[in-house]
């Protein structure tokens, strides 16, 4: 089976959103190599699961996340609060998160660390 890389997959999960404005695609890759993907949806009433949030409920919590590869079509994109809660609880110390915006070229994504990106977090 070819080896398809996490930010493809990010994309292709991202084209399935039902989102009427923002589209964003997740894959999270996990320590042992597994990848997972999830895109946010958008209920009737609004209510809405962000991408990072469906690719987490359906991972293996005693494996942790070694890097998140998320696509949207917003700029400056970044995980929101909740999701970063939710990362947070079941990330490496180390995880990596790549963020790529479908409308600028390959060479704009951005990469953070993590903890980075919320530094207050209460420790683990
Ligand atoms: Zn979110």
């Not at 404005?21 to 962000?50: A, E, Q, S």
């Not at 790529?100 to 993590?114: F, S």
């Amino acid at each position: 089976m070819e080896d398809v890389s996490p930010f493809e997959l990010a994309e292709k999960e991202r084209e399935l959103s039902n989102s009427p404005r923002t589209k964003v695609g997740c894959c999270l890759l996990l320590k042992d190599g597994t990848k997972i993907v999830g895109k946010n949806t958008v209920g009737t009433f609004g209510t809405t699961i962000h991408a990072e949030v469906s690719a987490i409920a359906r991972l293996n919590p005693s494996i942790k996340i070694d890097a998140v590869f998320l696509v949207a079509n917003a700029s400056m994109f970044t995980p929101c609060g909740a999701c970063m809660d939710w990362l947070l609880q079941f990330a490496s110390e180390d995880c990596m998160v790549f963020v790529k915006n479908i409308d600028l070229p390959k060479a704009m994504g951005r990469t953070y660390q993590l903890k980075d990106l919320m530094p207050h977090y209460p420790q683990r």
